[in-house]
């Protein structure tokens, strides 16, 4: 399980550029004119995790499986799309498919990149998108209760349950606030989330910034960065045509490249990152002489559900999971030397995986 991000933002703000380097391809085609990006363009990318490299080491397998992260590409926004403005119908439809949204905003000048609005100011940019997703939300949400009524008069109990969450969302965006300010009960959230609510989705500003100003980001950067501590959000500062650049080299030319403009990482490790943390997510290993691979699980998933996450009879058949925490896998050398040490649990159905946890599962055929 990986999870999928839709690369949102106005038009001309570098969505294109960033998408093209982070899934090193030319898919989508970086133009500078609106609408460039007329179909969604859907790229896969290995997440990097330097633990998987050493247990692979360790275990001597013979390859090694990353977890995937995908990204969608979504077609420019402008004022007016909750009503059909430039590609807004195609835009809203294709934006309810991810788990989060990558919001990349503008935050560098240059004369030669026109702005649709003319001026460059990250906030305002921030606002329009997030007015445009509340307006098709609010517009959405009253048809339902409207198409809904019939049902909750014969008092149907799932109608009932929709209802209620309805209006809760209809309150908050009366009242200006996005889907995911409502505060929703643990039972309802399997209903919440099947409402598809554009608002709803976790949000990750990705301020784009000019090449000079990738290390430690400029005064526009720094504005979205108080805008996103204020909203509950996340935000990361990349430069779009850095990570073009870097998508072009050898890894050891890229690590000198980052070394010159002051950065230890790539920008698509501090995005994933920040996307993890954004949906709770973490990662677990197998490791055996055949593969080193990772999987991708939310936080607080117990063990036979994550057993699940490789096969739904491994979830079914569950008997226990021979568990080895990470350091001590590579602190003992493998799984021989933390049986040796006492370092391997055996774990039943209530444990909760703990990032980095290497894990053999067994499970009745």
């Known amino acids: 399980m990986g999870f999928k991000m839709g690369i949102v933002g106005l038009p001309n703000v570098g969505k294109s550029t960033l998408f093209n380097a982070l899934t090193r391809t030319a898919a989508a085609q970086a133009a500078n004119f609106p609408f460039c990006t007329i179909e969604p363009n859907v790229g896969e990318v290995a997440v990097p995790d330097a633990r998987l490299d050493k247990l692979a080491e360790i275990a001597g397998s013979a390859q090694k499986i990353p977890t995937r992260m995908t990204f969608v590409d979504i077609a ?3 004022k007016g799309a909750s009503k059909g403005e430039g590609l807004g119908n195609q835009f809203l439809a294709n934006i309810r498919e991810v788990d989060a949204i990558a919001h990349v905003l503008r935050c560098f000048e240059d004369d030669d990149i026109t702005h649709v609005e003319g001026r460059v100011d990250p906030v305002a940019d921030a606002e329009t998108i997030e007015t445009e997703l509340m307006l098709a939300d609010l517009e959405s949400v009253e048809k339902r209760l409207q198409n809904l009524s019939r049902k909750v008069r014969g008092g149907d109990k799932e109608a009932l349950q929709q209802q209620t969450l309805l209006e809760a969302a209809k309150a908050a965006l009366d009242a200006g606030r996005p889907a995911r ?3 929703v009960d643990a039972e309802d959230a399997k209903a919440w989330k099947m409402l598809q609510l554009l608002t709803s989705k976790p949000v990750l500003y990705v301020c784009n910034v000019a090449e000079e100003d990738a290390a430690h980001g400029n005064a526009q950067s720094a ?3 108080a805008m996103a501590a204020a909203e509950g959000n996340a935000h990361v500062v990349i430069s779009a045509r850095i990570e073009e650049e870097l998508a072009q080299l050898a890894p050891e030319e890229a690590a000198l490249f980052l070394e010159e403009m002051g950065l230890t990482e790539a920008g698509l490790d501090r995005l994933i990152r920040a996307g993890y943390e954004l949906l709770h997510l973490e990662t677990y290993f197998t490791a055996g002489p055949k593969e080193a691979r990772a999987w991708t699980i939310r936080k607080g998933t117990a063990a036979p559900q994550a057993a699940g ?9 569950f008997i226990r999971a021979e568990t080895i925490a990470y350091d001590d896998y590579v602190r003992l050398g493998g799984e021989s030397g933390a049986k040796e ?3 391997m649990r055996a774990e039943g159905k209530t444990y909760v995986v703990q990032d980095g946890d290497v894990m053999h599962f067994l499970f009745n055929r």
Do not use: N, T
Request: charged residues 30%; proline residues 0%.
């Open 76 to 78: 420019g926004l402008v």
């Open 181 to 183: 300010s409502v505060e």
């Open 223 to 225: 504005r979205v960065a």
């Open 309 to 317: 996450v490789i096969h739904g009879d491994f979830e079914k058949g």
């Open 341 to 343: 040490a006492g370092r």
